[in-house]
T-cell receptor, first 112, second 114 residues
Framework: EAQVTQNPRYLITVTGKKLTVTCSQN?????MSWYRQDPGLGLRQIYY???????DKGDVPEGYKVSRKEKRNFPLILESPSPNQTSLYFC???????????FGPGTRLTVT | AQSVTQPDIHITVSEGASLELRCNYSYGATPYLFWYVQSPGQGLQLLLK??????LVQGIKGFEAEFKRSQSSFNLRKPSVHWSDAAEYFCAVGADNYGQNFVFGPGTRLSVLP
């Protein structure tokens, strides 16, 4: 089954404790992205990647890191999480720049 | 860069009534337009997309959308709403330029009255 998977689905952590949210897709897509969703703001892009070792900042990259060492994986790293990063995070992939995005199930992160 | 507005934050309709959700975009070239739906606690599912050709596109779950270039709009419609359509709906615009090229609107929350 074609899908985007994310782990964990739910995470509660404390300020400053490094964490990684994993994302994997099995569709051989070139493009992958990370979004955060906050009430009233829709989805805002954090980082995106056009291919292995090619990443770039989206609208809200501060406080986040990503890497793309393999085509299928695109982890999101929060080196020192803060409460303002409490949000719902989605990973997405797509075949190319004009194609629709396929979304993972989301990761709800709470930073206390 | 492209942008998307969805003027209605929240819409309430009765079951069986017709629905239209508005979407306006800003982009200088030919846009690639999408509607996604997010049910409570769920991820995002693609309803329909417009790339080119016929400006009236059909999607899943009985939804359709019409692209109007002169109005920079891509409104979503359904002739008869079902209670299970209660969800949040996002319009998005993509572009074929290099880089950050997929922008979502803020969403419209749809409530359905029995």
């Amino acid at each position: 089954e074609a899908q985007v998977t994310q782990n964990p689905r739910y995470l509660i952590t404390v300020t400053g404790k490094k964490l990684t949210v994993t994302c994997s897709q099995n569709m051989n897509h070139e493009y992958m992205s990370w979004y955060r969703q906050d009430p009233g703001l829709g989805l805002r892009q954090i980082y995106y990647s056009m291919n292995v070792e090619v990443t770039d900042k989206g609208d809200v990259p501060e406080g986040y890191k990503v890497s793309r060492k393999e085509k299928r994986n695109f982890p999101l790293i929060l080196e020192s999480p803060s409460p303002n990063q409490t949000s719902l995070y989605f990973c997405a992939s797509r075949q190319g720049p004009i194609y629709e995005q396929y979304f993972g199930p989301g990761t709800r992160l709470t930073v206390t | 860069a492209q942008s998307v507005t969805q003027p209605d934050i929240h819409i309430t309709v009765s079951e069986g009534a017709s629905l239209e959700l508005r979407c306006n975009y800003s982009y200088g070239a030919t846009p690639y337009l999408f509607w996604y739906v997010q049910s409570p606690g769920q991820g995002l599912q693609l309803l329909l997309k417009y790339f080119s050709g016929d400006t009236l596109v059909q999607g899943i779950k009985g939804f359709e959308a019409e692209f109007k270039r002169s109005q920079s709009s891509f409104n979503l419609r359904k002739p008869s709403v079902h209670w299970s359509d209660a969800a949040e709906y996002f319009c998005a615009v993509g572009a074929d330029n290099y880089g950050q090229n997929f922008v979502f609107g803020p969403g419209t929350r749809l409530s359905v009255l029995p």
